[in-house]
């Protein structure tokens, strides 16, 4: 079989159960894979173009690393802590820090010393520095968004997932 044939895409979905009004579904056209399998990611081709409404619309890519400081927002469906095993019904989404990839890089050796690679220049952390414990994405929260309204002209945009 085709390996488009194993995806089906849902936008706009807020609600895992049921079917939503403001959900669109999508087969795929097309897949392509990222040479580097370092990069678990893929770009899909819809079969079709999606409807833009107030949940659906498309974001920019961003093409600068957050200053220190700013802050950016995290969503999707995963757990509500590392030792929980529920997940939520309805999306979530929490506004985090952007540390700096210095402050981020001392923090993993500090304090998660069985991480098994030191982090690269294409990895970025965020999380929330105000409270006792580093908290942002949680298990499940993988190949969501983390997205920020750009400093400058205040439009939402990519800066990764």
Not at 11 to 22: A, S
Not at 67 to 79: F, K, L, M, P, Q
Not at 91 to 97: F, Q
Not at 151 to 159: K, R, S, Y
Request: some cysteine.
């Amino acid at each position: 079989t085709n390996v488009r044939d194993d995806f089906t895409v849902i936008l706009g979905d807020l609600i895992r159960t049921g079917v939503q009004p403001n959900e669109q579904r999508f087969g795929v056209h097309f897949v392509h894979f990222h040479p580097n399998s370092k990069y678990d990611i893929a770009l899909l081709l819809l079969n079709r173009s999606p409807t833009q409404s107030n949940v659906i619309s498309p974001i920019r890519l961003s093409n600068t690393y957050p200053g220190i400081g700013e802050r950016a927002t995290v969503s999707g469906w995963g757990r509500f802590s590392s030792s929980s095993s529920s997940s939520p019904n309805s999306l979530l989404w929490r506004e985090i820090d952007l540390p700096t990839f210095w402050w981020c890089h001392q923090y993993v050796q500090n304090n998660l010393g069985n991480y098994q690679t030191s982090l690269s220049y294409d990895e970025l952390c965020g999380g929330d520095l105000t409270s006792t414990s580093y908290a942002g994405a949680c298990h499940g929260d993988s190949g969501g968004p983390l997205a920020r309204r750009n400093p400058n002209d205040g439009q939402w945009e990519l800066l990764g997932i």
